[in-house]
């Protein structure tokens, strides 16, 4: 978008934009900054926003108190199959209810959203002794079944189906004077089109699995099969204390590549949401 | 290539009649188009025709074929949308290519026939091209392009100009004509333009609420429409309709007298009908009309009169320089006269006159 602001107008917003950066930037600050500093140096006061000292040991050490990099793998594989189900199943349920015409499609859709409403911890004891009586306790199962077919997966199926609407008809219609069935139109003409919804939907879907701290805490038990938001509590000495410098680094490690992802498909996040008519 | 057969076909919504029985038939290589207001039924059918919309009742054939539960892709029909329906993220060679790919044609095939195709329709420079890089007139000879590869029974247009400014409607108005004319393909052609109309068919079929008014060769329907709607509704501008009555060998209207044919229905509420090119300027005993607005066009002058309190347009080859509240005196041939039913609308018939 092309604005056309006065000078002073703009130094004036840059200048207001990077006062509302401060809450965002200074922790993230702090978590790298602490990360590399020696244990004693974190709380001294007055904090010291640039170390004097530095000690990179901690990130080895992450590893070593810890199975973390099998955490790491754990995290990264179960967010990845999360992703892939999630855009498999909320773009065809999203497409159903966009284009197809069936018996209560709209009072099923409905139902469907007010799985949206219920908070996971309602949900969540329930669900323990459904995994329980299946013998997935301590498994990663939970973690993949639970969002492709649970809140995540229908915040997805909603906005594939707000995009799928928004798609011109005649396109479809055209497909199928072309020769087309509906799973090809669907396939061919409807997913490829709807890349910006599918990008916006993959990087939350996988934000939302690498974030999740509630299921991982109930569902697992053994050091080898947590996930990192978990992970990350168990770094304490002997006597529980926290070891703020290594539990730093090993969050460090954990935010890079959501981070990384961010700066990268920013735009196509924006834009997917965007397309989806969901914007204010 | 094929006849098409519309056999009193009915369309409903739940109970809501958009389609009341209708029966065209259209014969192989012709080019006929459906035209009427918008709500009329005319895209409805042509939808019914693809296998985009369900037939209520009656029977639509394609040849031999009665297509009625058939799916579009059986039908062995080509339609080209109002807003071109291009695949947005193919180039416009798999756009071209895209029917044929899925009907299971070689890839040395498929070549041959866009580029046979790109060939007529002057798009060979862009097939590497996606839609969003072509201009208005370029994307619909790509809808043109991906129609004629398949070299299908039936064309089926559904006002494919519509989104088009005036002058490049003009230039593909005659492309399409000139590709019909090429091809011979049957075509059904949708439009509420009754310039396009008029221009490009055969023969046209003017719809109104779902029914059919009338079906005619261009100049037929100009001639001799069946009723005001018709009348009304082809050429432009419109035919003038003046209220009154026979009295004799004149047509009554407030203080106006209006020749008509001689041995007219007396002592009835009628219309006169008279097209405004059909006014010509008469030096004296004509008929009085007083002059409103004159609009020079440069090749004629379009002037918008009164006549007996009514509006009139008249449409002449003079240079008429006559002044807002003048008078002009008006010649009328009575053959060119039509009378029209006042409550039906429809037109009486001529040796009734």
Known sequence: MKTDLSPRMKIALYGLMLILLVPFVFPTWWMVTSSVKPISDIFAFPPEIIPSRFDFSTYGQAFELQPFAKQYWNSAYIAAIVTGGTLIFSSMAGYAFARIDFPFANTLFMVVLIGLLIPSEVTIVPLFRLFLSWDMINTHWPLILVPVFGAPSVFATFIMRQFFIALPKELEEAARVDGLGRFKIFWTIALPLSKPALGAVAIFTFLHSWNLYLEPIVFLSSPEKFTLPQALTQFTDAYGGAMWNIQLAAATMTALPVLIVFVIAQRQFVEGLAHTGLKG | ?353
Request: aromatic content about 6%; some cysteine; hydrophobic content about 40%.
């Open chain 2, 1 to 353: 290539m094929a006849p098409v057969t519309f056999s009193n076909v009915k369309k409903s919504y739940g109970a809501v009649k958009v389609i009341h029985g209708v029966d065209i038939d259209i014969a192989d290589g012709e080019f006929v188009v459906l035209v009427g207001p918008s709500g009329c039924g005319k895209s409805t059918l042509l939808r019914m025709l693809a296998g985009l919309e369900t037939i209520s009742d009656g029977e639509i054939a394609i040849g031999d074929l009665v297509v009625n539960d058939l799916e579009p892709k059986h039908r062995d029909i080509a339609m080209v949308f109002q807003n071109y329906a291009l695949y947005p993220h193919m180039t416009v060679e798999e756009n071209m290519g895209f029917s044929l790919l899925h009907r299971g044609a070689s890839t040395a095939e498929i070549k041959e026939r866009v580029d046979w195709a790109a060939g007529i329709l002057g798009l060979a420079e862009y097939l590497g091209r996606r839609p969003g890089q072509l201009s208005g007139g370029q994307r619909q000879r790509v809808a043109m392009g991906r129609a004629i590869v398949r070299n299908p029974k039936v064309f089926l247009f559904d006002e494919p100009l519509s989104n088009l400014d005036a002058k490049l409607r003009v230039v593909m108005r005659g492309e399409i004509k000139a590709l019909h004319q090429k091809l011979k393909t049957t075509t059904l052609y949708v439009t509420h333009d009754q310039v396009e109309a008029m221009t490009m068919a055969d023969k046209i079929v003017v719809l109104n609420g779902g029914h059919i008014e009338q079906i005619g060769t261009p100049l037929d329907l100009y001639d001799n429409p069946v009723n005001q709607f018709v009348a009304a509704f082809i050429g432009s501008p419109s035919m003038n309709f003046i209220k009154g009555r026979v009295d004799g060998d004149h047509f009554v209207a407030g203080d106006a007298r209006l020749p008509v044919p001689p041995g007219a229905a007396e002592g009835r509420d009628l219309v006169y009908g008279i097209r405004p090119e059909h006014f010509t300027l008469a030096a004296d005993g004509g008929i009085e009309a007083e002059v409103v607005v004159v609009e020079p066009m440069g090749s004629e002058t379009q002037v918008t009169m009164r006549i007996a309190g009514q509006n009139v347009f008249g449409t002449f080859r003079e240079r008429v320089l006559a002044l807002p509240g003048s008078r002009l005196t008006l010649n009328v041939d009575p053959a060119d006269t039509h009378l029209f039913d006042a409550e039906t609308g429809l037109r009486l018939p001529r040796d009734a006159v």
